[in-house]
């Protein structure tokens, strides 16, 4: 197979990009913008800038054969982009990484450059396509070990089927929202030691970093996505906070899983990342005990050496001027269950695939107390508080905080170091019924 063009690391931009920038050439996610005034349309990240692909468009720098072009970066999402398949978004993707380098800094004309690159702090950022349908899973199993030991401590802490097949659940595509969108604390029911039954607000509002890949084409009722076909239909990856309620869901769990807990709302980042841009950073996924049945078998890499970065601040720490506080660090490669496993698992029932799909892939963990991707796994359940500046401390989160999640990955060796955007979200109080 041919090196693709657009991972050479020796590739720069005649657009500026800003040293250590999450969005080098090699980069290049979309997203979905607006200007005041304007509606929404497709775009691509380059250093501290988006470029607008429907200008390009329109200038017919950027086409494709027959009706695939109409109108589809003059949108207010890609999924109509999404649509065209595997070939359209490499061609796509190449054409772009062409018409930005820098030994192609003449194609475009000043008055035509000065329209389509424009300036990141003079847009808003919108979700990026349709949330078809959403399933998250359970595949760190460091997570799953932690909490197994914490709510069985006398029991093997994974369940007999964990290591046998992707656990997940099917969640609610209408709650999940862009990154900055303010997160209202769910109220719900739950029951406390030695009480009875209550409803309120939730007093254990937790985060999970999750990674989420999003599904381009769709496949038909009654047939199956075997792994090695998965790249034909996985389009990018995306960043994930899959925000949990867990007195909530503690008490509802048994014996479907979760619902009430989970379904109030799931952040994600603005960009969604092309798999092909995270080609550089595959690595070998960890061997897996027992070999899983066939239909789950992978023949290639398809672990990510990704990092994630979780800070928190306080209303009170905002009010004195304080910066966010790194509170874990989590990496992506250590996963036990794939993203080809998922998708084949979640078809081999026959359960078909819409464009939009979103698959996350669970609370991302790793094996030390620093890099636990959720506040029950940082404070083992509230029984070791997180202390913060000031004096303050945290268990769980309370109203005022925000929490962002920064995902990047490579160490400058491979290709320029790749960013995936972030993901913030501010938590109000509770509405009153």
């Known amino acids: 197979m041919s090196p693709d063009p657009t991972l050479d690391p020796t590739l720069t931009s005649w657009v500026r990009v800003p040293k250590r920038s999450p969005f080098p050439i090699q980069a290049l996610p979309y997203g979905v913008f607006s200007r005041t005034g304007e509606p929404p349309r497709v775009g691509v990240a380059i250093g501290d800038h988006i470029l607008d692909l429907a200008v390009l468009s329109d200038a017919g720098l950027v086409s494709l054969p027959g009706h695939l ?180 869901q503690a008490w509802e769990y048994q014996p479907l899983g979760p619902f009430l807990g989970k379904s109030f709302a799931t952040s994600i980042g603005h960009w969604v990342t092309p798999l092909e841009a995270l080609g550089p950073y595959r690595v070998e996924q960890p061997m897996q005990n027992p070999q899983p049945l066939p239909y789950l078998r992978v023949d290639e890499p398809w672990a990510f050496d990704l990092d994630f970065d979780v800070t928190l601040s306080t209303q009170v720490m905002r009010g004195r001027g304080d910066p966010p506080v790194r509170i874990s660090l989590v990496n992506f490669s250590r996963m036990y269950w794939t993203m080809p496993q998922q998708l084949a698992h979640a078809t081999i029932n026959g359960a078909s695939l819409r464009t939009g799909d979103l698959f996350a892939s669970g609370t991302i963990s790793g094996s030390e107390a620093g890099s636990f991707g959720s506040l029950i796994e940082l404070t083992w359940n509230g029984e070791r508080p997180i202390d913060l500046p000031g004096g303050e401390t945290r268990s769980f989160l309370e109203d005022g905080d925000e929490v962002t999640i920064i995902g990047r990955a490579g160490d400058g060796f491979r290709v320029p170091m790749i960013g995936l955007g972030e993901v913030t979200g501010r938590v109000l109080s509770a509405r009153s019924r």
């Open 69 to 248: 072009s109409m109108g589809m970066f003059d949108r207010p999402n890609l999924d109509r982009f999404l649509t065209a398949g595997r070939s359209a978004w490499t061609a796509v993707r190449r054409r772009v990484s062409g018409l930005l380098s820098v030994q192609n800094s003449e194609i475009l004309d000043a008055g035509l450059a000065a329209r389509a690159v424009i300036p990141l702090s003079a847009v808003d950022l919108h979700l990026p396509f349709t949330v078809a349908d959403y399933v998250d899973f359970y595949s760190s199993i460091e997570h799953a070990t932690n909490l197994g030991r914490m709510f069985r401590p006398d029991a093997d802490p994974l369940l007999p089927n964990w290591r046998h097949l992707p656990v997940g659940y099917h969640g609610r595509a209408g709650t999940v929202v862009a990154g900055g969108t303010p997160i209202v604390r769910p109220s719900g029911q739950f029951r406390r030691p030695d009480q009875p039954p209550a409803h309120g607000p939730t007093g254990k509002l937790d985060i999970e970093v999750e990674l989420g890949f999003v599904i381009g084409t769709g496949s038909d009722l009654g047939t199956t996505v075997p792994t090695s076909k998965a790249a034909d239909h996985i389009f990018g990856v995306v960043l994930v906070n899959d925000w949990s309620a867990r007195d909530i």
